[in-house]
């Protein structure tokens, strides 16, 4: 970005909460590699940041974001994408943040904007948010993460659909098939994701990130191995000051009050 230039990601905190705001509003969103960059770097310093326990990213009014930006890639090789590492290269860093990341969905989540969202922890839906992998109707294929997340999270058979057909979710389907967590108007989105994001980072942080880390070996592992998985971060929660004192506050009717260590 250079002076003066409008950033493509918008970087706010409430509190222990880290806010991430989609800024193309007039290509809706498109995810071009500037802004890509731009998020990545935003997630990995808040990531960084002890004081911000959660993350969300959210949209505009009409568009979540549109999928990678069509008019991007239009021309590009098989050497171009290689050599840069397209998605891989700034894309990725949603995964590698171990901090709960929600992402407050309105208006269209297509592509790649699907696809961010997919990879995110919680996904909060305005009653507008309408969900959709089209690549197959430019030939192309949902490459950042679409095939592998979608059939995850709600079955072969509608993702399938989904990816076949371009079929596009509403909100109330997508609640139903298990794709966002919550449904909401969308004038209170906003206020809800960040209120629901403000309560998960006032938990003790170091557990918040072990369950996730649990969560996500659900995806990864067999059930045994993910049950191995989930005693073993569950005897390392009995060497935090945390888990010591959220027990103990209990005991003594009072609130706890985290460290994050
Ligand atoms: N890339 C680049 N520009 C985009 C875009 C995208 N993905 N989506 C929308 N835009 C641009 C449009 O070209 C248009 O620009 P102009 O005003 O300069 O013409 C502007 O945003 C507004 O879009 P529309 O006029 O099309 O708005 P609409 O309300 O008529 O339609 C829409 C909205 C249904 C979302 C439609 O824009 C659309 O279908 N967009 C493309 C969706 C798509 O195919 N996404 C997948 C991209 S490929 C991908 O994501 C690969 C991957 O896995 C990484």
New binding site residues.
Partial sequence: MTAGEEPLVLVETQGRVGLLTLNRP???N???DALMDQLGAALLAFERDERIGAIVIAGGA??FA????????ADWSFMDVYQSGF?TRN?EAVRQVRKPVLAAVAG?A????C?LALACDIIVAGESARF????I??A?????G?TQRLPRAIGKAKAMDMCLSARMLDAQEADRLGLVSRVVPDAELRAHTLALATQIAGYSLPALMAIKEAVNRAWESSLSEGILFERRALYERFASDDAHEGMHAFLDKRSPVFTHR
């Fill in positions: 007039r290509q809706l498109a995810l071009n009409k568009a549109a999928g990678a930006d069509i008019e991007a890639m998605i894309w269209y297509m592509g790649g904007g696809e959709a992998l089209p690549e109707k430019l192309m294929l949902p490459g950042a679409g």
